[in-house]
């Protein structure tokens, strides 16, 4: 009885062991979280990335690294990525630029090679000219592109910023030069100093460039931050009412479904706290959580769509 009771008590110490053993195997994050970011460091999905580590340390003791992969317009970040277990140890910070970048340069990538798992802003795009610019309304705009046709020089960095240039062309009926910088910094100095009439961005482009002036927004309605800004709908371009600059954060495909949950309950927060909301909402921007199955929606929209202008 006793050998029988002793054997027992082993059997128990050893499936406690175990126990103990899968619980902490299965814990969730038990090392540092790796925030991939695809630009180099000042960029706004950057700023984007830093901010969320910041916020979520008010709900979460996980320890998370924002690293820089820039390159290859994205794509080294994202086979950076996919080289890495679909443990979720690996966030990667995402732009709709990604999905252009894919298009335009005719990558066999595989977008759902990803989980989009939390689209959290939506930042309107802008028409943004020379303060000192002869241009002061949309019509001036394409009234001169019009009377001198494929004259007008169009500056932005690749991806949708490119997008929004050619779309708004065939809306507009005009045509004109795309010339493709790296950085919107850049870009944003050559209209500075005159070597385009019009920059592609976003409105928290011009904060702190007085050189600059925004005089069309691609949103179904006036921001109240920029209440003097027309919509590109209120100055009779049709069909770009909602053409944004979403952010967003992706998972590895097979990450696990208890993984994806926390991160969701986390963005959650991060969406509901008054500092992030603040921080973006200054600039125009709007914060959302859009999760997997509509952030699914939109990846499948933007590869149709896209592929009509930037398609080589």
Same mark, same amino acid.
């Given at each position: 009885?006793?050998?029988? %009771?002793f ?8 499936? +406690? ?12 994050? +038990? ?5 991939? =970011? ?18 979520? %340390?008010?709900y979460? #003791?996980?320890?998370?690294? *924002? ?13 950076y990525?996919l ?7 690996t /966030?990667?910070? *995402? ?20 989980d989009?798992? +939390? ?9 943004? =000219? $020379?303060?000192?610019?002869?241009? #002061?309304?949309?019509?001036d ?28 062309w ?31 961005? $976003?409105?928290?482009?011009? +904060?702190?460039?007085p ?11 006036? /921001?109240?931050?920029?209440? #003097? ?20 954060f ?23 706290d ?13 914060? *959302?959580?859009?999760? %997997? ?6 990846? &499948? #929209?933007?590869?149709?769509?896209? &592929? ?5």
């Amino acid at each position: 009885m006793k050998r029988v %009771a002793f054997a027992i008590m082993i059997l128990m110490m050893c499936g +406690s062991v175990f126990m103990v053993g899968a619980q902490a195997k299965n814990e969730f994050p +038990s090392k540092p979280i790796h925030v991939i =970011v695809y630009t180099a460091p000042g960029g706004l999905i950057d700023i984007t990335a830093r901010k969320m580590v910041q916020i979520a %340390a008010k709900y979460t #003791n996980a320890t998370m690294v *924002v690293e820089n992969k820039a390159g290859a317009g994205g794509l080294v970040a994202w086979e950076y990525v996919l080289s890495q277990p679909a443990d979720g140890y690996t /966030l990667f910070a *995402v732009t709709r630029s990604n999905i252009g970048n894919l298009i335009s340069t005719e990558s066999t990538m595989d977008p759902f090679t990803l989980d989009w798992i +939390s689209l959290m802003v939506l930042d309107p795009e802008a028409i943004i =000219v $020379n303060s000192k610019s002869k241009y #002061n309304t949309i019509a001036d705009i394409v009234a001169d592109a019009k009377a001198k046709p494929g004259k007008q020089i169009w500056i932005a960095p690749p991806g949708i910023d490119e997008y929004v240039t050619y779309k708004f062309w065939q809306k507009a009926g005009i045509s004109g030069k795309f010339v493709p910088f790296d950085s919107g910094a850049q870009a944003m100095a050559a209209v500075i100093g005159g070597q385009g009439q019009v920059y592609v961005g $976003n409105p928290a482009d011009i +904060s702190g460039k007085p050189d600059l002036k925004i005089i069309g927004l691609a949103a179904a309605q006036r /921001l109240p931050q920029f209440p #003097n800004v027309p919509t590109l709908k209120e100055s009779g371009i049709q069909g770009m009412d909602e053409e944004s600059m979403w952010r967003g954060f992706t998972v590895k495909k097979g990450t696990s479904a208890e993984i994806v949950k926390w991160y969701d309950t986390l963005f959650e927060k991060i969406t509901n706290d008054s500092e992030w909301k603040a921080f973006f909402e200054k600039d125009g921007m709007e914060v *959302v959580h859009y999760r %997997a199955d509509k952030f699914d929606a939109m990846i &499948k #929209n933007d590869m149709v769509e896209m &592929k009509e202008f930037l398609k080589p």
